[in-house]
C-alpha cells in the first residue's frame, strides 16, 4: 500500500475547516475514543479487493472534502467492535451507586441505556437516514432485534425480545431534552464512521501527524485512508485511520489503534452502503399487538416517584465541590487534574467503606506508585488511564501510567 501523500499538515491547516473548542487539545485522547465509558466504533467493512489507483491528494484536500460532504440519504449496514480493555462490571453497580442497577428502568427498550451497550463486544447494525427528520438504527441479536427510530416528530424504539415499545416526542428523546433532534442516538455517543472522524479531526492540533496513508476499497467502495497519529511520547494512542469514500467524502471506516499495539480499541466501518433514497417505510412503526408501550413521560414521572430525580440533584450539588479542572500539558499527551470533592482518596482496604466485591474490583483494577507526589492508585484501560492520589487529587489522559506519575510530580 503505497502512500499517496506523506506531507504533513498541521493544527492551522486543519483549523481552517475544523472549529476547535478550547479544550480540544487536552481532550484529544477522550475525543478520539469517546471518552472509554462512552466510546463506540464498527468492525472493519468486510472486503479488500485490492487498493484501487486514485488520482493523489493531500492531507488538506481530503481534510476539507470531508468537512464538505453532506450526503444525507443512506442505508446500509455497519458493524461495531469494541476493545478498551475494561473489565466488566458486571453486578457492581449498585456497590458503587446503590440503586443505580438496570432494573431501575421501567422499560428495556428506553435508548440512552440500550445504545450505551454497544461500548464494548462485537455488534451488526443496520443504518438508514432520509434527512435530519428521519434515520433508523438497528441492532441486530441473535434471534432478537432493537430498533430506534425517528420519524418527524416522533421516537420509537422496539426491543423485540421483550416485545416492549418505548415512545416519545423527539424533542424528549435524548439525555438532554432532545437539544440536537437530528440525531437518533442521544447525545455523546458517535454511530457512524463519520462521527467518530469528526471527533478526530477536531481535536487536531500541532502535537498530531495527518497524513494520506494510501487507499483502500471499503464496501465496494474506493477510499483514501488518512492516517492521525501523535507526534509526542507516552500517548496510549498510536494512530487513527479513515478511510474516506473517494467520491463523495463520507468517512467509510474509522480505525483507532493502542500504541501498546495488538487488535484495534475501536474499528468502525460500513460493511454494505447505498447512498440512494432509503424507502419511506423504513421510518415506519406500528407497536405490535400485544407489546407493552411506555412513553418518555411515564418514565419520568417514575423516576420522580422513586426519588431518582432528587438523587440526581445531590449528585449534581456534588459535582459543584469539584474545584474545577487544571490541564498539564497539551496535545496527546495532556492530562486533567481534578481535585476530588472533600480530598478524599480511595478508602483503604478493609475500611468498611466500600462493599468487599467493589473493594476486590479496585484492587484488582489498580497498580499502586509512588513520586515526589505521594502515593496512589494508577487505573488502567487501553486507552485512558486516571491516578488518583491518596491525598485526594485525579490525574486522568490517554498517557501512559509514566505518563500519569510525571504529571503528577510537575503539579506538586
Known amino acids: 500500500m503505497a502512500p499517496n501523500d506523506s506531507a504533513e499538515t498541521t493544527g492551522e491547516a486543519t483549523g481552517t475547516v475544523m472549529v476547535r473548542r478550547k479544550a480540544a487539545r487536552y481532550i484529544v485522547p477522550v475525543a478520539v475514543a469517546g471518552v472509554a465509558a462512552a466510546t463506540i466504533g464498527l468492525v472493519p467493512a468486510l472486503a479488500d479487493s485490492g487498493d484501487p489507483q486514485l488520482p493523489k491528494i493531500t492531507a488538506q484536500e481530503l481534510i476539507e472534502r470531508i468537512a464538505a460532504s453532506d450526503e444525507q440519504q443512506l442505508s446500509g449496514t ?28 421501567t422499560s428495556s427498550a428506553a435508548p440512552d441505556a440500550k445504545l450505551m451497550e454497544l461500548a464494548s463486544g462485537t455488534h451488526t447494525l443496520r443504518v438508514a437516514a432520509d434527512g435530519p427528520d428521519r434515520q433508523r438504527l438497528s441492532i441486530l441479536g441473535e434471534g432478537s432485534e432493537y430498533s430506534l427510530i425517528h420519524n418527524g416528530d416522533e421516537v420509537w424504539a422496539y426491543d423485540s425480545a421483550s416485545n ?15 437539544k440536537n433532534k437530528e440525531r437518533t442516538a442521544p447525545e455523546g455517543v458517535p454511530t457512524t464512521p463519520k462521527e467518530l472522524a469528526e471527533e478526530a479531526l477536531a481535536a487536531a492540533g500541532d502535537t498530531t501527524s495527518v497524513t494520506v ?33 473517494a467520491e463523495n467524502g463520507v468517512p467509510l471506516k474509522f480505525t483507532l489503534s493502542p500504541s501498546s499495539g495488538g487488535k484495534a480499541a475501536i474499528d468502525a466501518g460500513f460493511t454494505k452502503v447505498d447512498f440512494s433514497k432509503p424507502d419511506t417505510s423504513s421510518f415506519s412503526f406500528t407497536p405490535p399487538k400485544g407489546a407493552k408501550v411506555t412513553e418518555a413521560d411515564e418514565l419520568k414521572a417514575e423516576a420522580k416517584k422513586d426519588g431518582a430525580a432528587d438523587k440526581a440533584q445531590k449528585d449534581l450539588s456534588a459535582l459543584e465541590d469539584f474545584q474545577g479542572l487544571n490541564v498539564i500539558g497539551e496535545g496527546w499527551s495532556a492530562v486533567a487534574e481534578i481535585d476530588l470533592p472533600g480530598g478524599a482518596g480511595l478508602p483503604a482496604a478493609g475500611s468498611g467503606d466500600v462493599p468487599a466485591e467493589a473493594q476486590q474490583f479496585l484492587d484488582a483494577l489498580g497498580d499502586k506508585v509512588t513520586g515526589d507526589f505521594g502515593s496512589g492508585t494508577v487505573f488502567k484501560t487501553r486507552l485512558v488511564n486516571a491516578l488518583m492520589t491518596d491525598d485526594g487529587k485525579v490525574y486522568i489522559g490517554a498517557v501512559t501510567k509514566d505518563a500519569l506519575v510525571k504529571a503528577a510530580d510537575t503539579a506538586k
Open 78 to 105: 455497519v458493524k461495531i467492535s469494541t476493545d478498551l480493555g475494561i473489565p466488566s462490571f458486571g453486578g457492581l453497580t449498585d456497590s458503587f451507586v446503590p440503586g443505580a442497577g438496570p432494573g431501575d428502568s
Open 164 to 178: 416492549e415499545v418505548y415512545h416519545a416526542p423527539s424533542g424528549q428523546a435524548g439525555p438532554e431534552g432532545g
Open 213 to 245: 496513508d494510501g487507499t483502500a476499497q471499503v464496501a465496494g467502495r474506493d477510499a483514501y485512508q488518512l492516517l492521525i497519529k501523535p507526534r509526542q511520547s507516552g500517548s496510549t494512542i498510536g494512530s487513527v485511520r479513515v478511510a474516506v469514500d
